[in-house]
């Protein structure tokens, strides 16, 4: 029976690789950070790396070097040089719930740029901030990156499972201050409250939280459309059983209406879930296996120790 490795071993072994967290400026990922640190030891190389869309809440910046100085990583930020509707005035397309093209363009394929030129796939684990909230869209990642050789390792779907106030909540007992959008009641830290796939409550919540970033993505899209000469949007009305573009002037001059009939009706009203994109994985759609997969994952989480 061959012997199982001592405590040093394993961390002799952890430090000869190249550990690299895919870094969102979120709490999950910063939670992961800090998991992988406690498990490389201190004097592992980390590398936090954030690909940023130049949409990005200006205390996200902040948030990220206060986690790398926490966690002792080294913070490579990439970027393609465009923000979210330069990229759609390029691609002649805005993006949407079904084709995500800048979550391709502005994060994946700068990280996996970075990625093929600094890391050898046969030294290097890929850590990503997925945690019990979403086991599937982690599974979807790894095959995509293991396809290409690649290791990649979700620290937070390992024992112990934490949720999101817990995850949080464990930062702040490191002497981190949240990103102020947690505060504000956003779910994520990405691309200031706009995420193209949020939905109408993402976006009905960036009109009552932050309406000047709402009013800037409100007239892009109308730009956009005037100037293409089509009735495109990156919401979707299904109403009456037709789905059909609503643009994001529609959707407030609806709450308006709405908000005039019902005064305080939005006020304070949770909006409902307001899910952003899974930036880092290009597989939206489940895989073969998946669920078998999931389920092995929490079983494990469930059943063993801490890692």
Request: glycine fraction near 8%; proline fraction near 5%.
């Amino acid at each position: 029976m061959p012997s199982v490795p001592s405590v040093s071993q394993r961390t002799k072994r952890e430090a000869a690789r190249r550990h690299v967290v895919l870094f969102s400026g979120g709490s999950a990922s910063a939670m992961a950070a800090v998991r992988v640190r406690k498990r490389i030891g201190p004097s592992a190389a980390l590398t936090l790396l954030f690909t940023d869309t130049r949409d990005e809440d200006q205390d996200l910046y902040r948030f990220l070097w206060d986690a790398a100085r926490a966690v002792g990583g080294d913070l490579v930020i990439e970027a393609d040089g465009r923000d979210l509707w330069q990229v759609f005035e390029d691609e002649g397309m805005i993006g949407n719930t079904r084709a995500d093209v800048c979550s391709r363009i502005l994060k994946r394929e700068p990280s996996r740029r970075w990625l093929k030129a600094n890391c050898d796939p046969a030294t290097t684990t890929i850590y990503v901030g997925y945690g019990i909230e979403e086991p599937e869209r982690f599974v979807r990642f790894r095959r995509a990156m293991e396809a290409d050789g690649w290791t990649v390792d979700a620290p937070l779907l390992s024992a112990p499972l934490m949720s999101k106030p817990q995850r949080q909540a464990a930062l702040r007992d490191l002497g981190l201050r949240l990103p102020r959008m947690y505060a504000e009641g956003f779910e994520h830290n990405n691309c200031g409250g706009a995420c193209v796939k949020g939905g109408h409550a993402q976006w009905r919540m960036l009109l009552r939280l932050r309406p000047d970033t709402y009013a800037r993505h409100e007239a892009a899209e109308q730009r956009f459309r005037e100037s293409r000469g089509k009735d495109v949007a990156i919401l979707r009305d299904r109403r009456g059983g037709e789905t059909r573009p609503l643009t994001l002037k529609a959707l407030r001059e609806r709450v308006t209406s709405e908000s005039r009939r019902q005064p305080g009706l939005f006020d304070n009203r949770d909006p409902g879930p307001a899910f952003a994109c899974s930036c880092f994985s290009d597989v939206l759609e489940p895989v073969d296996g998946e669920r078998d997969e999931v389920e092995a994952i929490l079983a494990a989480a469930l059943g063993g120790g801490a890692r």
